[in-house]
């Protein structure tokens, strides 16, 4: 066909308006077409069409099934289809296009007979495409995926080699992407994921020369199929597996590699950006906690895709998410500065949440929270306004620990508590604020209240929370009521999975302590030691170790515990080949430190002793346990060292008010110091203090 004949049936294949057929330099009307159509007299319209366009029974019939499939009468279109005989068309269609494969020269009459037979061929391979389509239409899903796989069958006869990159007919090329495009819509639509899976596959392994738009277009859906469909769909055959790749294990490591290949398509320009690939990445990756993955593909986008303060959200969130939160802080400050957006709610929340873990940054984490509150506005006013009280009385609690002042404290710590309830009184069933309250309480020395909440955490949540079991236990421990806090333990036990038992596993080894039952906590502890073992050899989906662990413990912290058991026991040798396992896996340890100086304390070697304290303070200068036992041992020099030991027991107490072990010892001070009131104040606030003190600071469950 001529440029014009050539424009002329594309205008036609694409405006059903335009009522003619064009084929072979020859044009006619559909007008009497149709009227032979709608009377049924298909095998008159196909010979008519035939003899006017002098075209085989095969393409004839193609046009007039494409023609009732415009005109919207799919059960006529599908009569009409019906009669194609797609086998004996492809044996033509390699007869004719298997020898004239055009050299690079003298492609000028090649070219040309080839341009006539893949216009011939797309007009059977559409028909068996609209074939499917009108199937599809009809609820015939099935019998429509077949069709449509067997237009994929036929090219691949085709095009033995797959389909050539240059000289191949648009529509033709357009018809091979529609159909591959289709098969796997077509088999999830009928129910058998399994077949859509190998229709994903083989869109994608196959040679069908697709433009980069369909190619994106297939792997994004086939992501969002491995995401979430929910059925498993395994690894690739080995039949497609090439030595030395990267092959995916699992459904999300195969979604994700889909979703990072696109992602590195809309870096380079090759594809227009999608924002749903982020939205579906940033999903895929939370799942398996390496979101701190994603801020590197964030920063690669292209500028102007991401607009800028959105890309500073997007990369604090997930930095926060893999525990980077000086970073993710940094990136929220720049997007909440005075020119940027300094009322996002958001963004205020975030940095509040970050604040809270922090007790240096609480005071600037009480300005985002209070900013959060005025800002929160719109439907959705009462729960932001509720997640601010909430952020606002964490931080202000840990504001507290700062303060020099009892009066301060005091006042902050009412602060604190006072947000709180009004957060739960604008979201009664928030579990979380449920939680928050029964640790403040706890905190505080509250027992009865602390209590309650804790129970009415578990009730909210249906005891899937670790953390709530762990709270109740911990409550019952300080309330001196062992047994009680053992069974709640061994129940929660029963409830968690055997990966998540690490944190419940060493408070049962600490109440067998607390109950002088040393051989079963170290059974305990022996036991905990070989699941953390077994735990580090098999972490995450990804073959890695999660970026943040809530609940986990890890191997230095069991054998530490171990050597303070072995201590406590006065079983010197075991107590320092445990601390020495523990020492290769941390090298740099305050709690290693302590323990070791406890253990020269307990066999007179005080100037070895003192030495680890103080070198564990230099690794932390906030470290109480070490402040007091120096204070301790400073006591015991004379006179003249009292005022040093006053004032390290209390800085240990303006950080630990509630450590009754500081006041003891500073009990002890002022004894010796002749300053009686003094001492009996502080031995009484450490008996009282002593009567409520947990297995374990209830600070380890946030």
């Not at 498993?232 to 294990?249: C, F, N, R, T, W």
């Not at 670790?466 to 019952?476: D, H, Q, S």
């Not at 020492?583 to 307990?602: D, F, I, N, P």
Request: with cysteine; glycine share 6%.
């Amino acid at each position: 066909m001529s440029e014009g004949e050539s424009a002329e049936a594309d205008q036609f294949e694409n405006d059903p308006s335009v009522r003619q057929f064009v084929a072979n330099g020859i044009c006619m009307k559909t007008n009497e077409f149709e009227e032979k159509l709608d009377a049924g007299n298909i095998q008159e319209a196909e010979s008519a069409l035939r003899d006017g366009l002098s075209l085989n029974f095969e393409e004839a019939r193609a046009l007039l099934g494409k023609l009732e499939y415009q005109r919207g009468n799919l059960e006529s279109a599908l009569r009409v289809f019906d009669g194609i005989d797609l086998q004996a068309a492809v044996q033509r269609m390699q007869h004719s296009l298997g020898d004239k494969q055009p050299s690079k020269k003298g492609r000028s009459r090649s070219e040309s007979l080839s341009a006539v037979s893949q216009h011939a061929t797309n007009l059977v391979l559409e028909a068996i495409y609209l074939k499917a389509k009108s199937l599809q239409k009809l609820g015939k899903l099935p019998e429509a995926a077949q069709e449509c796989r067997s237009v994929l069958d036929a090219v691949e006869k085709i095009f033995t080699d797959g389909i050539p990159d240059v000289l191949v007919e648009n529509k033709l090329q357009e018809t091979v992407s529609h159909a591959v495009e289709l098969l796997p819509e077509l088999w999830k639509q009928a129910g058998n994921y399994t077949e859509a899976m190998s229709a994903y596959r083989r869109a994608l392994l196959s040679q069908w020369n697709l433009d980069n738009e369909c190619c994106a277009r297939v792997q994004k859906a086939f992501a969002v199929f491995l995401l979430y469909s929910g059925v498993e769909v395994g690894p690739p055959s080995l039949a497609v597996q090439i030595d030395g790749s990267y092959v995916p294990k699992n459904n999300l490591e195969e979604a994700i590699l889909l979703l990072m290949i696109l992602m590195r398509k809309f870096y380079l320009g090759k594809t227009k950006w999608d924002p749903s690939v982020l939205e579906h990445l940033t999903f895929s990756l939370s799942l398996c906690s390496q979101t701190s993955v994603l801020v590197k593909q964030i920063e690669e986008a292209i500028p102007g895709e991401i607009q800028r303060i959105e890309r500073w959200k997007a990369m604090a969130l997930s930095l926060s998410g893999a525990g980077q939160n000086s970073s993710a802080l940094d990136l929220l400050r720049m997007s909440l500065h005075k020119h940027e957006d300094p009322n996002d709610v958001m963004s205020l929340l975030l940095a509040a949440k970050i604040c809270s873990e922090n007790v240096l940054l609480a005071s600037e984490g009480v300005k985002y929270a209070q900013n959060a509150i005025a800002n929160s506005n719109g439907p959705n006013s009462s729960h932001l306004k509720g997640v601010g009280l909430r952020m606002l009385g964490l931080c202000l609690g840990k504001q507290a620990k700062l303060s020099s002042s009892d009066f301060e404290r005091s006042r902050l710590q009412s602060e604190a508590l006072k947000s709180l309830d009004s957060a739960l009184s604008l979201e009664p069933e928030n579990s979380d604020l449920i939680f928050e309250l029964g640790v403040h309480y706890a905190e505080h020395r509250n027992m009865d209240a602390a209590l309650r909440y804790a129970k009415q955490y578990l009730d909210a949540t249906g005891g899937s929370m670790i953390r709530g079991w762990r709270l109740l236990a911990l409550v019952l421990s300080s309330q001196q009521r062992f047994l009680e806090a053992e069974v709640v333990t061994d129940a929660a036990l029963d409830e968690t999975s055997k990966w998540d038992q690490g944190s419940l596993l060493r408070m049962k080894a600490k109440l067998k302590i607390s109950q002088s039952l040393h051989k079963d906590a170290i059974e305990t502890y022996r036991y905990l030691l070989a699941l953390v073992q077994a735990q580090r050899k098999s972490y995450g989906p990804l073959g890695v170790a999660p970026q943040v662990e809530d609940d986990n413990i890890d191997e230095h912290e069991v054998w530490h515990g171990l050597a303070k058991l072995y201590s406590i026991l006065s079983h010197w040798k075991d107590a320092e080949v445990c601390l020495e396992k523990a020492r290769t896996l941390k090298e740099y340890s305050a709690e290693s430190l302590h323990t070791e100086g406890v253990m020269h304390e307990k066999q007179g070697r005080v100037s070895e002793a003192l030495a680890a304290y103080i070198n564990a303070l230099l690794l932390e200068p906030k470290y109480v346990p070490c402040k007091i036992l120096i204070g301790n041992v400073m006591c015991k020099m004379g006179p003249k060292m009292l005022p040093v030991a006053r004032t390290l027991l209390s800085d240990a107490l303006r950080i630990e008010p509630t450590n009754y072990m500081a006041w003891y010892h500073l009990g002890i001070v002022h004894k010796d110091d002749g300053r009686i009131a003094d001492a009996v104040d502080c031995f009484q606030a450490a008996s009282v203090l002593e009567e409520s003190e947990p297995i374990e600071s209830f600070s380890t469950i946030r």
